[in-house]
């Protein structure tokens, strides 16, 4: 079965921390997202990657494909960094997305 | 230039009405996706229309549901005879394109909350 897991669930830090929120998968992909979705807000795309490294900011996220397996990192947390992360995968020969369950991520000033 | 647009943001229905839910993509893209994300949940996946077909509809949880792409850019999601189990936010994505792979980033509307009493 095609299935991807996130995790922690939540996690809450205080402000300047860096976080790592972790997703791994079963199969192989042909591409990941990283998602951000705010409370009561919409999702945005953060990142699209299928190999290496990718950074925006203070986001970084990386992939190693032969261990299936993703991570975004923020540095230098801030509490507006408050929201549910989520990672979503196309698995090879599918064109339509399968999402983790996300995490919800709490930064305290 | 505009992001994914959906109306209407909040929907509230009785049981057994029939409801309409509206999503217009970016301008020029494609492909264009629904989703549902019931509280607490990443959503799952719909439907998906490459142009004015429906590419794969597997997600459609049964005949109650059924969207439409008549023209390849605004898309209607339906459903009927609504139960409380429908209860959730819709959400609609776009991309430029999906080639072989489907690997291109979707851009997310801001959803519509469907509650059914």
Redesign the interface.
Known sequence: KNE?EQSPQNLTAQEGEFITINCSYSVGI??L?W?QQHPG?????LF?L?SGKKKHGRLIATINIQEKHSSLHITASHPRDSAVY?C?V?F?G?????????TRLTIIP | GAGVSQTPSNKVTEKGKYVELRCDPISGHTAL?W?RQSL??????LI?F?GTGA??DS?LPNDRFFAVRPEGSVSTLKIQRTERGDSAVY?C?SSLT?W????????????TRLTVL
Request: net charge negative; aromatic share 16%.
């Open positions: 991807v042909s591409a997202h998602l807000g919409g999702i945005v795309s699209m299928s989520i979503a196309w090879f599918s064109e339509k997305l399968t999402f983790g369950t996300g | 996706y989703y607490g949940q990443g959503p799952e996946f998906y490459q590419a794969d997600g959400l994505a999906s072989g792979g489907g690997a291109d980033t979707q851009y997310f509307g801001p959803g």
